[in-house]
């Protein structure tokens, strides 16, 4: 039980605070901007859609410091960071299905694709089912989690199969993310694209610029208006 606490304190730790750096640079690059907003907007989303919910028990619940059985956990990942570490968790899991897609496409999330809808609902649902295996056992499978936005059902309405119970509940958080999360990123991606473009444009246009009038040759009162170019004094 003591090694299995270690490796969740190092996978989530790691998995949290190693990319935030790299989030930073990307941040400062106007071509990468739009991967530092994915990254954030996945942070925000997860926070606001189970995480914090489900770590203090806000709905038919119990806080995760009640449903740890490891002084391990209660003292290095109690409620008041474990929500938050585990939304950057989740805005790494963008940056990994941002990756992966870049590993078949040379612009990633560039226009909709079929193929990588069904890349992402396939990854969302894997790594949840690995995590929650082998990180959250005690804490998501305990059915103690209660409802959230992005998971409805409570866990005492989990289906019972043959080869045992469906956590229905744990899975819906990235069920729910497939449909939200890719329409979104295609959205940031093409926003932020279209500024650095209007923003290449002006540049080549010799910003900052001024008007000048000029009279029409037939003598009327319409003033046209032409963009100059400023000069720059040598």
């Given at each position: 039980m003591f090694e299995n606490d270690i490796l969740t304190l190092t996978i989530v730790y790691s998995n949290a605070l190693i990319p935030i750096p790299m989030v930073i640079l990307m941040s400062m690059k106007k071509d990468l901007r739009w991967v530092a907003a994915v990254y954030l907007f996945t942070v925000?989303?997860?926070a606001?859609?189970?995480?914090?919910?489900?770590?203090?028990?806000?709905?038919?619940?119990e806080n995760v410091n009640d449903i740890y059985t490891s002084k391990l956990l209660k003292t290095y990942l109690p409620a008041k960071v474990c929500w938050l570490l585990n939304s950057l968790c989740d805005g790494t899991v963008a940056l990994i299905t941002i990756s992966l897609l870049a590993s078949y496409r040379r612009k990633p999330l560039e226009k909709a694709s079929l193929l990588d809808a069904v890349v992402i609902a396939i990854f969302f649902n894997l790594q949840?089912?690995?995590?929650?295996?082998?990180?959250?056992e005690q804490v998501l499978l305990s059915g103690k989690t209660g409802l959230a936005p992005f998971s409805p059902v409570h866990a005492k309405w989990n289906p019972v199969t043959s080869v045992g119970q469906f956590e229905i509940s744990v899975e819906l958080p990235w069920i729910f993310m497939s449909f939200f999360w890719y329409?979104?990123?295609?959205?940031?991606?093409q926003t932020f694209s279209t500024s650095q473009e209007?923003?290449?444009?002006?540049?080549e246009m010799g910003l900052p610029m001024h008007v000048a009038p000029f009279a029409m040759n037939d003598g009327a009162a319409t003033t046209e208006c032409t963009y100059v170019q400023l000069e720059q004094d040598s």
């Open positions: 925000i989303l997860a606001c859609g189970w995480e914090t919910w489900w770590t203090f028990g806000f709905v038919d619940g949840d089912l690995l995590v929650s295996v082998f990180c959250y329409p979104l990123a295609l959205k940031t991606r209007d923003e290449n444009n002006g540049g």
